[in-house]
């Protein structure tokens, strides 16, 4: 008997602990203030930029943080190289950045942006909110928070701000406008005026190949950036044909148009959503799983969306359904309000099937609908 009542007790004691373990994290999730985070820079990959400095402001002293890359193209919403400096890896992480800093030359227009700006209260209320819920990754069973805020520089001088972790990037703010400003190359930066003679020269001889063919070939789409910022109220539905089918939720990823990124089971709260541009899908049929991967075309995405929230249905809510047939090889993707539907038609999809008996051989490719390795990039992304 004296057994029983020392393991009950040791049970009720280990409860307590284990509640008051996970009430003081969610405590101090709730409450904290501070965050360790690093600035990093991006641009599209057929519009690169180089940056004279980029900061982000933080604290009521004036304090800043600074960007070490010094020039970018890879991709909007793309953090790649962030480095962390010593100085600023203070106890407890910094405060919620509150301002930014920066100076960048546009290659392709040859043309130099200045932004110094306050964040509004607003946006600093919503990064806190941000970094305070965080969101679960599944694939190490944690709660993490954000870890980069990602300053993406657009022709024209835009700006869009973006919170990056691992496995979760959202776009917080798309509203930042620059001003072109008058400077010299060696103002901008004195080596480069060793090798070019003005800011046009240098500007053209940073373009590679591939991106003097692209802006030969499609100019700067000024306009495409604001239609990769809209947002529309639709949701995503998955129905199999083989009722024995079940979908892998932990493996569900989206990868948007706006340069967004989430799986659909970190548990972060999600309200309109930007046009889908990737998704990833796993599913089992008995022993056999599935791996799928569905690329939108731009254009298809593009237009399928405006038609079909129009002025009249932006409203309205939308639900983007992929439908998988008995054998799974074949796919109906489209995008479905009030009865009205409109297929995606050009969708490239590929899929990997892993059974017993394959799953140690090099290649699973099981369907595909297009030729070549490549897809297509985006004309801005």
Same mark, same amino acid.
């Given at each position: ?27 101090n999730y709730s ?5 360790p985070?690093?600035?990093?820079i ?7 930029v180089?940056?004279?400095y980029?900061?982000?402001c ?10 070490? *890359? ?10 790649k190289?962030?480095?962390s400096? #010593? ?19 546009s290659?392709?227009? $040859? ?8 964040f $509004? ?10 970094f ?6 599944t ?5 993490k928070?954000? $870890? ?8 024209g001088?835009?700006?869009? !701000?973006y ?8 776009l917080?703010c798309?509203?930042?406008?620059a ?5 010299? !190359? ?7 005026s060793?090798?070019?003679? *003005? ?13 003097k063919?692209?802006i ?5 789409p000024?306009e495409?950036w #604001? ?21 892998? *939720? !932990? *493996?569900l ?13 970190d548990?972060a ?6 046009r ?28 399928g969306? $405006? ?6 249905k ?5 639900? !983007?359904?992929?439908k998988?047939?008995?054998?799974n ?6 995008l479905?309000i009030?009865g ?6 050009k ?30 990039l985006?004309?801005?992304?």
């Amino acid at each position: 008997m004296k057994k029983y009542l020392l393991m009950g007790l040791v049970a009720i004691c280990l409860c307590i602990v284990a509640s008051a373990c996970n009430s003081r994290n969610d405590m101090n999730y709730s409450t904290r203030t501070k965050f360790p985070w690093v600035p990093n820079i991006s641009a599209p990959r057929n519009y690169p930029v180089e940056i004279k400095y980029a900061y982000l402001c933080y604290g009521t002293e004036g304090d800043r943080y600074p960007v070490l *890359s010094s020039g970018s193209c890879d991709g909007i919403g793309v953090s790649k190289g962030a480095v962390s400096f #010593e100085d600023y890896e203070k106890e407890g992480g910094l405060d919620v950045p509150n301002g930014i800093e920066i100076v960048w030359l546009s290659f392709a227009e $040859s043309k130099i942006y200045k932004l110094h700006t306050t964040f $509004s209260q607003n946006l600093q209320d919503e990064m806190l909110r941000l970094f305070r819920e965080g969101f679960y990754v599944t694939k190490f069973d944690k709660h993490k928070t954000y $870890s980069t805020l990602l300053m993406t520089m657009l022709p024209g001088g835009k700006v869009w !701000l973006y919170m990056d972790g691992m496995g979760r990037t959202v776009l917080v703010c798309d509203t930042l406008q620059a001003e072109p400003i008058e400077m010299t !190359l060696e103002e901008f930066d004195k080596d480069a005026s060793y090798v070019s003679n *003005s800011v046009q020269e240098y500007s053209e001889a940073s373009l590679d190949k591939e991106q003097k063919a692209g802006i030969k070939a499609n100019g700067i789409p000024f306009e495409i950036w #604001e239609k990769y910022r809209e947002r529309f109220n639709y949701d995503f539905k998955f129905e199999f044909e083989d009722k024995n089918s079940k979908m892998d *939720s !932990l *493996s569900l990823a989206y990868n948007f148009i706006n340069g967004e990124f989430y799986y659909a089971s970190d548990g972060a709260k999600t309200g309109l959503l930007s046009r889908p541009k990737e998704i990833y899908l796993e599913w089992n049929v008995g022993d056999i799983k599935y791996k799928g991967q569905f690329f939108f075309n731009e254009k298809e995405v593009l237009e399928g969306f $405006s038609k079909m929230f129009s002025c009249t249905k932006r409203g309205q809510k939308g639900t !983007l359904i992929v439908k998988t047939s008995k054998y799974n090889n074949k796919f109906d993707i489209y995008l479905e309000i009030e009865g009205n539907k409109y297929f995606f038609k050009k969708t490239k999809i590929h899929v990997f099937r892993i059974t017993p008996e394959n799953k140690n051989d090099d290649d699973h490719l099981y369907y595909w609908n297009y030729e070549g390795e490549d897809v297509e990039l985006y004309l801005g992304e």
